[in-house]
């Protein structure tokens, strides 16, 4: 190629003419802020079309992972995650002391009976 020259270096391949302002009708949408506990703000576009209701009072926000809601001063408080359970605390959850005592004795019997105590 002579002159290194090329007529559509600088565009987008199947843009359309250079130039053109009006790619097609674009849908009414409505912009929703949401605050997170941190006071950082996130802004979320939905259809105009939809019912209010349909809008979410809490989103997540994409970078505190913290949730974020519609009132500034009141953000919504973060989920309290429960600490991983063992058996045992699933068990003490459960049986009371008294039925936990009478289980043990009832096996440790079981075990002297054949062992022949």
């Known amino acids: 190629m002579a002159g290194g020259a090329s007529a559509i270096r600088g565009t987008r391949v199947g843009s359309g003419p250079m130039g053109e302002q009006d790619h097609g009708h674009q849908a009414g949408r409505?912009?929703?802020?949401?605050w997170d506990g941190l006071g950082n703000e996130i802004v979320k576009h939905y259809s105009?079309?939809?019912?209010d209701a349909e809008i979410p009072e809490i989103v997540d926000h994409p970078k505190s992972g913290l949730p974020a809601g519609r009132d500034k001063a009141n953000p919504p408080a973060p989920e309290k995650n429960e600490p991983y359970k063992t058996h045992l605390a699933y068990v003490k959850e459960r049986r009371s002391d008294e039925e936990a005592d009478e289980?043990?004795?009832?096996?440790?019997?079981?075990l002297r009976d054949k062992r022949g105590e």
């Open 30 to 34: 409505v912009a929703v802020t949401y």
């Open 103 to 110: 289980l043990l004795d009832e096996a440790l019997q079981k």
């Open 48 to 51: 105009a079309d939809i019912p």
